[in-house]
């Protein structure tokens, strides 16, 4: 059963438009969220993050949405890049220790020209 | 900083024979994990370590995986034997603590069993 749900295997976006990247979760004791980057052959690179006592966290280009009542939370990043091509995977602290996080199946997103 | 190391960068093997992966954490951090990625996937955790104590190893087929982190640094991760499943890019991370959550993963190594 999949706790973090990223639907979108893909997503395509034109340079300097607006990239939406979505996820779902199921578990409502998930109190924290993250946003990792991943490069083809290197590994995820921390991202942003959002705490569920925020709906909104912002850090340059990069803004996280989070939407409790309906357990959903978006990347956007603004404006798109060529350099941020890459998979994105939306992730939650859980499981049975602390640190683990439960990952997505994560979305490519791909900027062209 | 230097990041995470790990090696090798690529492992082929036949199913049934065994395989032994490297990683050397950022220093100081005091957490380490061992992540399996399957292709498609997301991450899914193997084992976590706080120092040398494991603190989570729920994950683990521990029938054909195990996994030691002596003295508190490098840490191996060992498959025997291999199965066709076990083809992934097994992720190492590590973090200051296991509050840390923003932690930094080493590129991997990719394990292909034939």
């Known amino acids: 059963d999949q706790q973090v749900k990223q639907n979108s295997p893909s997503l395509s976006v034109q340079e300097g438009r607006i990239s939406i990247l979505n996820c779902d979760y199921t578990?409502?004791?998930?109190?924290?969220f993250l946003w990792y980057k991943k490069y083809p052959a290197e590994g995820p690179t921390f991202l942003i993050s959002?705490?569920?006592?925020?709906d909104k966290n912002e850090d340059g280009r990069f803004t996280v949405f989070l939407n409790k009542s309906a357990k959903h939370l978006s990347l956007h990043i603004v404006p798109s890049q060529p350099g941020d091509s890459a998979v994105y995977f939306c992730a939650a602290p859980g499981g049975g220790s602390q640190g683990n996080l439960i990952f997505g199946k994560g979305t490519k997103l791909s900027v062209k020209p | 900083e230097a990041g995470v190391a790990q090696s090798p960068r690529y492992k082929i093997i036949e199913k049934r024979q065994s395989v032994a992966f490297w990683c050397n954490p950022i220093?100081?951090?005091?957490?380490l994990y061992w992540y399996q990625q399957i292709l498609g996937q997301g991450p899914k955790l193997l084992i976590q370590f706080q120092n040398n104590g494991v603190v989570d190893d729920s994950q683990l087929p521990k029938d054909r995986f195990s996994a030691e982190r002596l003295k508190g640094v490098d840490s191996t991760l060992k498959i025997q034997p291999a199965k066709l499943e076990d083809s992934a890019v097994y992720l190492c991370?590590?973090?200051?603590?296991?509050?840390?959550?923003?932690?930094?993963f080493g590129s991997g190594t990719r394990l292909t069993v034939v």
């Open positions: 220093s100081g951090h005091a957490t």
């Open positions: 578990n409502s004791m998930f109190d924290y």
């Open positions: 991370a590590s973090s200051l603590d296991r509050l840390a959550y923003g932690y930094t």
């Open positions: 959002i705490s569920s006592i925020k």
